[in-house]
């Protein structure tokens, strides 16, 4: 207990090491029991003569052997004192290898800087005592002495330091695994939602024109009692419901398609625009068509020009009062420009739902072959009182990282 009533709490020594705290422990007094110690009796009399002196230092080991991994620099300190005390008794064989221990666990568990100067500073230390036992004993024996305190200090920080590293690498190893694992599941997170998205947008894109003539003739045969507008108003939905049926077979043919040898139906191209303004034509709307892309195009902006101009009929099938519909495509040096403009205001006829998916996806497509896109109404500049819906894209031509397939 601290002044001011703060309680101090103790790590909780590891499992392991309270096994080796006590088989050190009790290996010493074995030891000591049968009377072997470090110093044979014809050894110079020792600073602290008595049998029981000895057993001091050991049991302080063992008790820094309980903290070698949850305090490894207190251990080392409270360890090297201890093994100071026991090298003046006549010393026992189990606290020197508790202390190589305690040095070991000292260089692996504690602090980065402090596992790197430790074998420097062991490895000083061995130099030190090797010559002061030199001078003192002048004897070949006295090479034995520093042998000895290398392979109690430096042996064991030099085995701790590479216990470590490998630790450490193996640690590196593991989390750049992770990391991997972690990158690839977002790489494949983002290819199923870019994925799923590209399909939404040819589900919108593809279906929603002929379910909007067909929304919008149904409505017309059930407001108007006149048979041969029935019937051919009738006409029109079974064409679009054909068309639509066979739409869908084919994108669910490539969702199901995985490389067994069936091949998804061709991308439209910009060489279709007269066949899909025919067929607007068809529904009512008067399209005025003047497209001029100048050769050929990048597949990417061909498809995303392609659906741009059949969303945009779509809308106006869909919301327009009657009125010219103008398409205008424009290649201008390294980009391809495109207007849809179509009458704005109050519609008196049938009007079918809108959800606004359709300005997102056309935005999106743009916005994926670093595009721009706006939609909205505009005033004509001879005549400020009109007004016109006007759809306008520029898509460029050189560079396409993230063009889609069809």
Request: with cysteine; glycine share 10%.
């Amino acid at each position: 207990m601290l002044d001011g009533g703060m309680a101090v709490t103790l790590p909780r020594p590891h499992r392991l090491d309270v096994g080796i705290a006590l088989a050190g422990l009790f290996g010493g007094l074995l030891l000591w029991g049968i009377g072997l110690d470090m110093r044979p009796d014809d050894q110079p009399q020792v600073l602290w003569e008595g049998p029981w002196l000895p057993l001091a230092p050991l049991v302080v080991m063992a008790g820094c052997e309980l903290l070698r991994r949850t305090a490894p620099r207190t251990a080392l300190l409270a360890g090297t004192a201890a093994i100071a005390v026991d090298l003046c008794t006549r010393g026992s064989l189990a606290t020197v290898v508790m202390y190589t221990d305690v040095l070991y666990a000292a260089v692996l568990y504690g602090p980065s800087a402090f596992a790197r100067r430790m074998p420097w500073i062991s490895a000083l230390f061995t130099v030190a005592v090797t010559v002061v036992a030199v001078a003192v004993l002048q004897g070949p024996e006295a090479l034995l002495v520093g042998v000895a305190a290398g392979a109690v200090t430096f042996a064991s920080a030099a085995t701790g330091l590479i216990v470590r590293n490998h630790r450490d690498a193996a640690e590196a190893a593991r989390l750049r695994a992770e990391q991997t694992a972690l990158l690839a599941e977002m790489d494949r997170v983002q290819a199923v939602t870019a994925e799923r998205s590209r399909m939404a947008r040819e589900l919108h894109d593809v279906v929603a024109n002929h379910l909007s003539a067909i929304a919008i003739h149904a409505t017309a045969a059930q407001s108007l009692d006149d048979p041969e507008t029935t019937r051919q108003a009738l006409g029109v939905i079974r064409e679009n419901s054909v068309e639509g049926l066979a739409e869908m077979r084919r994108l669910i043919g490539i969702l199901r398609d995985h490389g067994g040898g069936t091949e998804p139906a061709a991308s439209p191209t910009l060489d279709g625009l007269d066949a899909l303004v025919e067929g607007f034509r068809g529904h009512g709307l008067d399209v005025v068509l003047d497209a001029s892309p100048g050769g050929p195009l990048p597949a990417p902006v061909e498809l995303a020009a392609y659906r741009i101009v059949q969303e945009s009929l779509t809308n106006v099938l869909k919301h327009a009062c009657p009125g010219r519909v103008t398409v205008v495509l424009t290649r201008c040096d390294d980009r391809l420009d495109l207007t849809v403009t179509s009458p704005y205001g109050d519609r008196d006829g049938p009007r079918a739902p809108g959800s606004g998916a359709g300005l997102v996806g056309m935005r999106e497509r743009a916005a994926l072959l670093d595009g721009s896109f706006e939609a909205g109404p505009e005033s004509l500049p001879d005549d400020p009182d009109a007004r016109v819906w006007a759809v306008r894209a520029s898509l460029p031509t050189t560079r396409h990282p993230l063009g889609e397939p069809a």
